[in-house]
C-alpha cells in the first residue's frame, strides 16, 4: 500500500512540479507565457500524516530533476530519463500581481503553484490524502 501511495504522490508532485507557467504577463517579463521554459526542482519537503517531514532533492522523492513547460498544448512535460517522460495538463492560470498563479488536480492530489514573472523562481505545494509536498526551484527561458 504504502508503495502505491508513493507512485500516486509522486505522480502527483509531478503534475504540480510541472504546471509553472501560462497565462498573462508584461513583454518586458521573460515568463510571459509565450515561450517554452525548464524548470528545475531545487528541494523539497514532503510530509506524511503522523510522520516526521523528511528534506531532499526531487530524486531523493523519485520526482523529475527537469520539466519542460509547452505553452501551445498546455502541458508539461516531466523528463525522467532517457526513456521515460510523464505529461501533465495546466488546468487553472491566473496573473496576480508579480506572479503566475497555476492550480489543477492530478491522481487525486491538488496543487498550486506560483512562479514569479521576472525571476522565474517558484514554489509549489501538493497535497492529497494524508500527504503534502513543498517545493522549491527556478525556472529559464529556452
Given amino acids: 500500500m504504502m508503495k502505491n ?3 500516486g504522490l509522486h505522480q502527483a508532485v509531478l503534475a504540480g512540479m510541472m504546471l509553472f507557467a501560462a497565462g498573462s504577463a508584461s513583454a518586458a ?3 510571459d507565457g509565450k515561450s517554452n521554459f525548464i524548470c528545475a526542482a531545487q528541494g523539497v519537503s514532503a510530509c506524511v500524516d503522523g510522520a516526521v517531514c523528511s528534506r531532499g532533492q526531487a530524486r531523493d522523492f523519485e520526482m ?3 520539466m519542460m513547460v509547452d505553452f501551445k498544448d498546455k502541458v508539461i512535460r ?3 530519463d532517457a526513456d521515460k ?3 501533465s495538463s495546466i488546468k487553472n492560470m491566473e496573473a496576480s500581481g508579480s506572479q503566475l ?3 489543477g488536480v492530478e491522481n487525486d492530489h491538488g496543487w498550486s503553484m506560483a512562479v514569479h514573472r521576472e525571476s522565474g523562481r517558484m514554489s509549489v505545494g501538493v497535497a492529497g490524502h494524508e500527504v503534502s509536498f513543498t517545493i522549491f526551484g527556478a525556472c529559464k527561458v529556452l
Fill in 101 to 103: 498563479i497555476l492550480q
Fill in 64 to 66: 523529475p530533476d527537469f
Fill in 29 to 31: 517579463e521573460p515568463f
Fill in 5 to 7: 501511495r508513493k507512485y
Fill in 78 to 80: 516531466a523528463f525522467y
Fill in 85 to 87: 517522460e510523464a505529461t
